[in-house]
């Protein structure tokens, strides 16, 4: 990619989120070195013969959008129809996805990365924190997603999910492939780049495999990326082999605490959220996957009332954060059978949350999640005329029942200008990589599935 040093985008609508939100018309906004340099009324902000100009007339500029839980390799999954119907959440683990990951190559972890990714430019989303599976592929699968990432131009927080569902030798493999992971970031800083410690869940994880998960993260100072009570059973497993609830079991390990992100969350009790509280554990909500494996809905209110921080993820159902957020929404309503409940405590854990989950990870000095000079330049421009006023009262409501439906026009991140009008500016081949990821995905199915 070869773009000039800076950017102005012009005439526009920016919407900074951050601490405080700001509605900002006929504004502009100047990219230089990956970040944001200045931003002010159009006028003011002039052309300079460096600057590469990105028109935002009609548009309106958004810091780029964060996906806090996120299965690169379940891309491979889409149109399958093989899987045995499943009756309960462990048939759907069982049927499908533990299937299908033991399947996955190398090449084929690559390129469901690769086309996750392409497919998060095109609808605005350039942070993904990944929770990676391939039992039968796991030596060097989390550098081939790295790889992916970096030609993207995205950033990503990867790990691999340990578990002993496999096996011991495949749960150790699990280890090794966090703690190399986590060496090469510790060796080749790059700020495109980050690394949780990577646990299934607590059913399918024993307590030998979490003391050493545990003991090795904290080598490194990780957290931990790890399912939580996404269906009762895991409860209820975790009460008979280990007397304990999740939360209060993952405490004795040492799994919690600022770093740590917890997907889901829905089975746990009063007490558990106090411990997540605390111990200040992000959760990540994960609604349109919840309502699709027909596990639950998770509390969002009690959430809010107990303190703890909540981000929102996809599950890998979609990349588009803001038809995930739509649902996040209705399905608090339907949950508390309320039609004034949960709106605001689902636009928070995106633009609030998700923030400060990608803070803790790629530092806070990026400034993920706000439009301010010096925060790392990771915008959307979205085609968006509104037919209503526009500030920052009326800001949430134009998210969810406007912006929601409106056409991501360019992607920006770490200061490059990754899709243009519609147009990717990629160096990547994308017809060749769809290609190659039909082939290969229809291989997988009829390996496991014949
Ligand atoms: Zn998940």
């Known amino acids: 990619m070869n773009q000039p040093r800076t950017i102005l985008i012009q005439n526009t609508t920016i919407i900074t989120l951050g601490v405080t939100n700001r509605v900002l018309k006929n504004h502009s906004l100047r990219i230089a070195d990956g970040k944001i340099q200045e931003f002010g009324p159009t006028k003011t902000l002039t052309p300079t013969p460096g600057d590469e100009l990105l028109d935002g007339t009609g548009k309106v500029l ?18 399958l129809n093989k899987a045995e119907p499943a009756t309960n959440f462990n048939d ?25 990714l392409i497919d998060s430019i095109r609808k605005g989303t350039t942070t993904l924190i990944d929770h990676h599976a391939s039992p039968y592929a796991i030596k060097g699968s989390l550098d081939a997603i790295a790889r992916a990432v970096l030609e993207s131009g995205l950033r990503g927080d990867l790990c691999y999910e340990v578990s002993d569902r496999d096996g011991a030798d495949i749960a150790k ?3 090794d492939e966090n703690v190399a992971f986590l060496k090469r970031l510790a060796q080749e800083p790059n700020p495109a780049l980050r690394g949780h410690f990577g646990l299934h869940a607590s059913f399918t994880v024993s307590d030998e495999t979490m003391e050493k998960a545990s003991g090795l993260a904290r080598e490194f100072g990780a957290g931990f990326h790890v399912h939580l009570a996404e ?24 799994i919690l605490g600022p770093k740590t992100i917890c997907a889901h969350a829905i089975h746990i009790h009063e007490d558990e959220m106090k411990i997540l509280a605390d111990t200040k554990t992000s959760v990540v909500h994960n609604p349109q996957s919840n309502m699709n494996n027909a596990v639950g809905v998770a509390d969002l209110l009690a959430f809010h009332s107990a303190g703890v921080y909540v981000g929102l993820g996809t599950d890998a159902m979609t990349v588009n954060m803001l038809q995930e ?6 399905i608090q309503k339907i949950f508390q059978l309320n039609p004034s409940v949960g709106f605001m405590e689902a636009v928070n854990a995106l633009t609030q949350g998700n923030p400060l989950i990608a803070s803790r990870s790629f530092g806070p000095e990026l400034g993920l999640g706000a ?11 979205m085609d968006y005329r509104p037919n209503t006023p526009l500030d920052e009262k009326t800001f949430a409501g134009h998210l969810v029942f406007g912006l929601a439906e409106a056409n991501v026009d360019s992607t920006i991140a770490q200061g490059k200008i990754l899709m243009k009008h519609g147009a990717l500016q990629l160096n990547i081949d994308e017809d ?5 990821s039909q082939e290969v995905s229809k291989e997988l199915w009829e390996k496991v599935w014949g």
């Open 432 to 436: 060749r990589i769809l290609a190659r």
């Open 231 to 254: 269906a009762e059973s895991d409860q209820v497993q975790c009460l008979q082999e280990h007397g304990l609830r999740i939360v209060e079991r993952f405490q004795k390990f040492g």
């Open 371 to 381: 439009i301010a000079p010096g925060n790392a330049a990771d915008l959307v421009l």
């Open 325 to 330: 957020l739509r649902s996040a929404v209705w």
């Open 92 to 116: 759907v683990l069982k049927n499908l996805w533990w299937k299908l990951d033991r399947g996955l190559s190398s090449e084929a972890v690559y390129l469901s990365a690769m086309t996750a």
């Open 62 to 79: 958004l810091p780029g959008f964060i996906n806090a839980h996120m299965h690169f390799y379940s891309s491979m999954a889409r149109g």
């Open 173 to 175: 493999q699990g280890l």
